[in-house]
Nanobody, 123 residues
Framework: QDTLMESGGGSVQVGGSLKLTCKAA?????MAWFRQVSGNAREAVAI????????YYGPFVQGRFIISRDDTENTMWLQMKSLRPEDSAMYYC???????????????????WGQGTQVTVSS
């Protein structure tokens, strides 16, 4: 069920920056960015729980991305800098209230998804 809408993807050179935006009808407790390269599983890029100052980042992020959210605007962002060719993928936002205190990093446990926005980084 697509209740989220991403924007902000595009094509950039190595080292460039992009800011992805995800608009929701209403933000859920766990909001996340995933990415997927054709043929591979979706991997968690960044996850942020409502009113939590400790986001999760995938190990490949290495300080280059920042996830943020504004629950008054029902919006989430992913600021990406120092982009690399291996960051090229379809980026999806996802959200779920979850059943545990923490937010899951498995894509299978998120029930709301956007259509995705393509990020292409060329050298």
């Amino acid at each position: 069920q697509d209740t989220l809408m991403e924007s902000g993807g595009g094509s950039v050179q190595v080292g460039g920056s992009l800011k992805l935006t995800c608009k929701a009808a209403a933000n859920k407790r766990c909001m996340a960015w995933f990415r997927q390269v054709s043929g591979n599983a979706r991997e968690a890029v960044a996850i942020l729980k409502r009113r939590d100052n400790g986001p999760y980042y995938g190990p490949f992020v290495q300080g280059r991305f920042i996830i943020s959210r504004d629950d008054t605007e029902n919006t989430m962002w992913l600021q990406m800098k120092s982009l690399r060719p291996e960051d090229s993928a379809m980026y999806y936002c996802a959200q779920d209230d979850g059943t545990k205190e923490w937010c899951e990093i498995s894509a299978a446990l998120y029930r709301e998804w956007g259509q995705g926005t393509q990020v292409t980084v060329s050298s």
